[in-house]
């Protein structure tokens, strides 16, 4: 049965001019307004869609109340709300089973059913298979946006009313209701909810053999896994059998082998964060340095948001061609079949094509899910003639504003480019691709802006101590990068004394390669001379804590935490704010453009091929530094300039005896460690 074919109950409610408005008597466990697609064009500088997790269960509620697909509304998480509305409301329950009462009388999820003014919703506890209900509310809930979206990324402190989940006793607004109300949503439509779940994923990008054996990938695809109660909306946390691994480690990236240099991630992406998989939710990373074997279609991440501890996980391979789409919400969108129905993958280890480009550079077009390519250049190696040859064709993609491309996002040696598929075909994108790279100026010619940006830095501050103890606590204390990481960097890079690893440190100049490595506007940066490059690895597994702006490095790599949330670089210690609360933040900008908040009034400090240097300063020194920026009372000191790659090369060339002299020995202290990990067991931990 289809919507049509419900009898429409009313256009419109008495008393409709009235100021409506929703009173949170009870907020539930995790209770926050959500919109979809939620907010898009950000994930460049680290900001995640957020949105409804289970995007399906939210928009069927939307439209069965006669919202717009989006319209902003209520996830909640394990348990529901109590809602006074002041004027009678039509409204909707879907996802997660749970009871449902308006003014203690039981009604029907799936179903509209008219709230009176005055009366009380009741939303009770999810019950289970599922883990997250949602309430839409006829007008839907009507909230400032932030970059475009009303949706709350708790994490970053914005989006619905506080920035965070609902609170006792505060008024949520409602917007004019003038949509079509139906009974219910179609029982052929609703999605079938489950203990053991199968997830319709593609291969790649990164797959067997490069990355992970073929045995690897077959386990992956033929295990099912079990979901860890450690989950949220940043990730779905899995239990499962660990990789054997292609390669013997990550060479600049990292001492595992899952470790790659930065590049952005696809929303279900199966993120292997050292042995460890996580599915990246709608609050995850944007960029990271792990390698990703499958991601999931966007037309089955709905799934994420309603998979609960204890349950189990299949992956099934499906053609990216084939996948359901997500703009469906009837039928073709499968999510009423309990399995996925599918003949196999396309079979190409999520490689889509390769080809050489300027000076024989090899590139290598990725999958990445259904609706994404990522590009790559060159081999895995740090080599910033590779970021200029991605800075040229993200410009050129920019410059044309491609129709059907929803967003640009720079890694180290890659750019990911998402699209509509119904608008640009992936097969579209890569023919226009291919187009483009004949066009593209030589990188070697690159010029751009480039400032000089001093940063203050608390050497080994106290707070990076406390998240290693946390650590320690709680996750594993016998990690060789315990208890002291600055230890741990010093040893691994064949220093001498821990002040050497200070003195380099401070003695470098950080070249931003990419923004939101760590959300928020969070630099991933790497030393200009070569000489000043420390490498490390990353934690396996990853912390589950990590403070504001601590400042680490992992491979070859440093970047400031935008935000609290998970990590795995070495700290070295904690610096101010990257990301600014207080800017004007409420108009959408083009995806992948790249502006900063001291000129455009937008949040994020930094731009790519900013150039950053430290000052140290003391830990209290550092608090009152960041009240003063919270507050909007410090400037940061930066100076232009430019960068130019072919100075670039020729300071390399006319170094690169001293150059050698310095590698060679970080080498061997390297294989040092690597050799001691093997014999402890630490790779295959």
Known sequence: MTVAQFPVVTKSLPGAAEPNTVEVVRPGMLTTVQDWPGRVGYWHIGVPPSGPMDDLSFRLGNRAVGNDEGAAGLECTLAGPALRFTAATWVCVTGAPTDVTVDGIRVPQWRTVRVPAGGMLDVGAVRGPGMRCYVLIGGGIALPEYLGSAATFTLGRFGGSTGGALRAGEALPLGPHHGRVVAAVPMDEQPVLARRWE?????????????????DFDTVVGTDYEVHFNSDRTGVRLIGPKPEWARTDG??????????????????ALDFTGDTPILLGPDGPSLGGFVCPVTVVAADRWKLGQLSPGDSVRFVLVRGDRAASIRELGTARRAAWPTVLSTGGDGDDGVLRRADVEDETAVTYRRAGDDGVLVEYGAMTLDLGLRARVHVLHQHLLAARVRGVTELTPGIRSLQIRVDPHVLPVPALLALLAEAEARLPASDQLVVPSRVVHLPLSWDDPSTREAITRYMHGVRADAPWCPWNIEFIRRMNGLDTVSDVYDTVFGAEYLVLGLGDVYLGAPVATPTDPRHRLVTTKYNPARTWTPENAVGIGGAYLCVYGMEGPGGYQFVGRTTQVWNHRAAATSALPPGVDRAASDTGTPWLLRYFDRIRWYPVEADELLDLRAEFAAGNARVRAEDGEFRLADYRKFLAGNAESIEVFRARQAEAFAAERNSWRSAGELTF
């Not at 997830?199 to 045995?215: D, N, Y």
């Not at 060479?251 to 279900?268: C, F, K, M, Q, R």
Request: glycine share 14%.
């Open 199 to 215: 997830l319709a994923v593609t291969e790649g990008p990164h797959g067997a053999p490069e990355f992970f054996t073929r045995a």
């Open 251 to 268: 060479g600049e990236a990292g001492l595992h082998p899952s470790n790659i240099h930065d590049t952005p991630y696809s929303v279900g």
